[in-house]
């Protein structure tokens, strides 16, 4: 039986991949940090079926521990201080959590048991000021965000540890990727979450920032896959994952309140509070790659993607009242 440790493992991400290697047959274990007020809502339904380890990526002695409790075939390296907009607020902290961490996993792995195969979990945003459209494994990176910054160092440690240690270690580009899981900060959710309490009569408006800015969207649980994919070839590379198609985020607020019958204009504000100190405009993924190598593809379209999470959003406020 193969075993594979998942870091942020109680993440949108993390629990879909958990499934997914479950549903193959793995023995899974995740690290989850020790916090007064655990949040397992992702991974409820899985806690009888994995084993969690206390640890945390900023302490090298605790990932050290996990790798010597799990004996992991494989590692994917998913958590991190992921979200934008409060990397400017906590950028040292974003930096050791998002960059400095790899550093801190690929160097346990490489005391512990170097032959593990190791998956990095690479963003998209390292793009930023992009430099090519669409973007693909060869565009330079030119990140516009503390949080970027730090995805960077990330992606190349991994590269460097592969080019000098002979490591199997893989960086997976993803591009935005969505689900009911979706954390609450992140606009996807922000737009669903309140499509659902305005229809349902909790909500009265919406206040978002840059509406025009572009983003590949895809849904987390086709782009799992791909992580899993990249893990079993015979050589280690990097892919970017993506749908090579763009939308704004006014496209995303027209199907969400379309799709319940109500008109965007009428409840939705734009302030300028929430627009980002560097915007990045647009981010289109090259996905060529990933499909001729891999065999992968996107089952889930971006309005079926919407429609999932806005019916997932007015299931759970119209039972929680």
């Known amino acids: 039986m193969k075993k594979a440790l998942i870091t942020g493992i109680t993440g949108q991400d993390g629990s879909y991949l958990a499934e997914l290697l479950l549903s193959k047959g793995y023995k899974v274990y995740g690290l989850k940090r020790r916090t007064a007020t655990p949040n397992f809502e992702n991974i ?37 201080q992921s979200f934008v ?37 690479s963003s998209s945003e ?13 565009t330079p990176f030119y990140p516009r965000s503390p949080y970027a910054v730090a995805k960077v160092y990330g992606h190349w440690i991994t590269v460097n540890y592969r080019e000098s240690y002979g490591m199997y270690t893989c960086s997976g580009i993803l591009f935005n990727h969505e689900s009911p899981r979706r954390g609450l900060e992140f606009v996807t959710r922000k737009v669903t979450k309140a499509v659902a309490r305005i229809k349902l009569g909790l909500q009265k408006e919406l206040r978002l920032g840059n509406l025009d800015a572009k983003r590949d969207w895809g849904y987390a649980g086709d782009y799992v896959n791909a992580m899993w994919l990249m893990l079993q070839q015979e050589k280690p590379d990097d892919y970017v994952i993506a749908t090579g198609e763009t939308h704004s985020v006014k496209e995303l607020v027209e199907i969400a309140f379309s799709y319940v019958g109500l008109d965007w204009k009428k409840y939705v504000v734009q302030d300028p509070k929430l627009m980002r100190p560097a915007e990045v405009d647009i981010l289109l993924g090259d996905p060529h790659k990933a499909k001729e ?29």
Do not use: C
């Open 126 to 138: 390292m793009y930023g000021k992009v430099l090519e459209i669409p973007q693909k494994e060869t």
């Open 44 to 80: 409820n339904h899985l806690l009888d079926k994995i084993e969690l380890i206390s640890g945390d990526l900023l302490d090298f002695p605790s990932l050290i521990n996990a790798i010597k409790i799990s004996d992991p075939d494989e590692i994917y390296n998913l958590a991190a």
């Open 293 to 321: 190598k891999l065999g992968w593809k996107t089952e889930v379209s971006f309005e079926e993607l919407i429609k999932m999470m806005v019916d997932s959003d007015l299931n759970r406020f119209a039972n929680s009242n």
């Open 85 to 121: 907009a409060d990397s400017w607020v906590q950028s040292i902290y974003t930096g050791q959590a998002t960059g400095l961490s790899v550093t801190n996993m690929l160097e346990a792995v490489r005391l512990t048991k170097p032959n593990i195969r190791f998956y990095q979990a």
